[in-house]
């Protein structure tokens, strides 16, 4: 039995009116005031701002690569419209949606490889009373068929729940004996576990709720690096380019004197021979 601790949290977005015009016959509501809806068993919301939409997906994108990006927080509801590159994103907790945000906003949300926009969307999930009262008993979009690896297949395990409207069956991995299925939504997940359970080829099999994945912690990133200013650079002490010419890097004062005074010598020799040829 998989067990929910999340409890009803003030949060502190838009919330809608459950009595007023703006919910929707298709489980979602419109933005309005500000009132906050506890389903019965007061535990979760029922109208908070939970639905996040991803857009500008990589072409051919599927539910599992949409999960897969997804962390934070038990979803309610993933609905993806391939044709428009996008998707809508319904978590159980308002706050955890609003985390998911503000991580992709600062970090980036890749999809194989590509970065996805992120935005609120204009219409929010609405939490049904009796899908309320199932998540509080541990119901989740995903389900755990026990010991079905002697038994069942991912191909006939996907034949039996091809009837179900709306039913988007993820992926189906074993694990052990045990046949874990992931689903598109809490809801559609409560048919398909009843309409299994109804059926002789499923008994002796004890079909449970299953963890769901997207619940996992958000990742911690480390924190970048500060760079360090770049300091003034020193002023370099001028060069004496005649030093260059004195290769052991002593002053020999007595070599210079000696070698002016043979240059003069030199000098006053050769005007005087200069001037004996004149005359």
Known sequence: MVSHSSKAVEYSGQFDDIFSPNEGQDGYFNNGNNRTEVGRDGQFLRNSKRTIQLSNLPEAATHADVTDAVKGGMLLDVFLRSQDRAASISFLDGNAANDFFRYAKRNDLYIRGKRVAISWSDRHFTLANHVAHKIGMGASRNIVIRSAVTR????????????????V???????????????????????????????SKY?????????????????????????????????????????????????????????????????????????????
């Open 152 to 167: 069942h297949t991912d191909e006939s395990i996907r034949e039996d729940l091809d009837h179900i409207h709306n039913l």
């Open 169 to 199: 069956v993820i992926s189906i991995k074993f694990v052990d004996r045990d046949a874990h299925v992931s689903t598109n939504s809490v809801q559609n997940a409560m048919f398909a576990r009843t309409c299994m359970m109804s059926r």
């Open 203 to 279: 008994k002796g099999c004890k079909i449970e709720w299953d963890i769901d994945e997207c619940g996992a912690p958000l990742p911690v990133l480390k924190p970048r690096p500060v760079q360090k200013e770049n300091s003034a650079p020193k002023p370099r002490a001028p060069i004496n380019r005649f030093a260059l010419l004195n290769m052991d890097g002593a002053t020999d004062t007595s070599t210079d004197e000696d070698s002016m005074l043979g240059m003069d010598s030199f000098q006053s020799d050769l005007v005087s021979g200069l001037n004996g040829v004149a005359v």
